[in-house]
């Protein structure tokens, strides 16, 4: 199983709702990423977990929490959003190598609307 | 961080070979070239890497000279279901250099 999926495949929620978008992936990987992308821009890192730990948090508002359960799964809860985090949200995840080189295989994204 | 340059986007005929140059003149030395192609809507897709010379798969070659400031991803006769945004992705260690560059938008034409 060489897949990432993610759930939903898209989403609209209101300003004052409280959602979760998951991300799962069954190929012992041990480093897990979410990006954020809006329309013609690359993908922007938020966050990365390696062994089921934050590694990275890119200065991303409190509003998106992400959680690791365990090394398959990972979770980005999102709370009071803003109109312009409306974007398509990537799931990644990779060997976990820290010395670099490491293949990211990508989910194909939650597309989340903020009304 | 390693920032990359690419061209903005590229035109090419069926059958053809394209050539897409990635410029990262401050790599370091623990560096690896990573390229992506992303469909829209779709989640970006892992091409090939490398770290000196030449890489070669199925899909694609890579060429890196030998001082390492640019890469040349090679598609051989393209078709038109490549047409996509192509990105260069110079990865160190750790994860704070996984800064994508601003892609090549490929469009291939029959």
């Given at each position: 199983d060489?897949?990432?999926?993610?759930?939903?495949?898209?989403?609209?929620?209101?300003?004052?709702n409280?959602?979760?978008?998951?991300?799962?992936?069954?190929?012992?990987?041990?480093?897990?990423?979410?990006?954020?992308?809006?329309?013609?821009?690359?993908?922007?890192?938020?966050?990365?977990?390696?062994?089921?730990?934050?590694?990275?948090?890119?200065?991303?508002?409190?509003?998106f929490?992400?959680?690791?359960?365990?090394?398959?799964?990972?979770?980005?809860?999102?709370?009071?959003?803003?109109?312009?985090?409306?974007?398509?949200?990537?799931?990644?995840?990779?060997?976990?190598?820290?010395a670099?080189?490491?293949?990211?295989f990508?989910?194909?994204?939650?597309?989340?609307?903020?009304? | 961080l390693a920032?990359?340059t690419?061209?903005?986007?590229?035109?090419?005929?069926?059958?053809?070979?394209?050539?897409?140059?990635?410029?990262?003149?401050?790599?370091?030395?623990?560096?690896?070239?990573?390229?992506?192609?992303?469909?829209?809507?779709?989640?970006?897709?892992?091409?090939?890497?490398?770290?000196?010379?030449?890489?070669?798969?199925?899909?694609?070659?890579?060429?890196?000279?030998?001082?390492?400031?640019?890469?040349?991803?090679?598609?051989p006769?393209?078709?038109?279901?490549?047409?996509?945004?192509?990105?260069?992705?110079?990865?160190?260690?750790?994860?704070?250099?996984?800064?994508?560059?601003?892609?090549?938008?490929?469009?291939?034409?029959?």
């Amino acid at each position: 199983d060489t897949e990432v999926t993610q759930t939903p495949k898209h989403l609209v929620m209101g300003m004052t709702n409280k959602k979760s978008l998951k991300c799962e992936q069954h190929m012992g990987h041990r480093a897990m990423y979410w990006y954020k992308q809006k329309a013609k821009k690359p993908p922007e890192l938020m966050f990365v977990y390696s062994y089921e730990k934050l590694s990275i948090n890119e200065s991303v508002p409190s509003r998106f929490s992400p959680e690791c359960p365990n090394s398959s799964l990972l979770n980005l809860h999102l709370h009071a959003l803003q109109p312009e985090d409306s974007a398509l949200y990537l799931c990644a995840s990779s060997q976990g190598r820290l010395a670099g080189g490491d293949e990211q295989f990508f989910g194909p994204g939650t597309r989340l609307t903020v009304l | 961080l390693a920032k990359t340059t690419q061209p903005i986007s590229m035109d090419s005929y069926e059958g053809q070979e394209v050539n897409i140059t990635c410029s990262h003149n401050n790599i370091a030395t623990n560096d690896y070239i990573t390229w992506y192609q992303q469909f829209p809507s779709q989640g970006p897709r892992f091409i090939i890497q490398g770290y000196k010379t030449k890489v070669t798969n199925e899909v694609a070659s890579l060429f890196i000279p030998a001082d390492r400031k640019s890469s040349t991803l090679s598609l051989p006769r393209v078709s038109l279901s490549d047409t996509a945004v192509y990105y260069c992705l110079v990865e160190g260690s750790g994860y704070s250099t996984l800064t994508f560059g601003k892609g090549t938008m490929l469009l291939v034409s029959p």
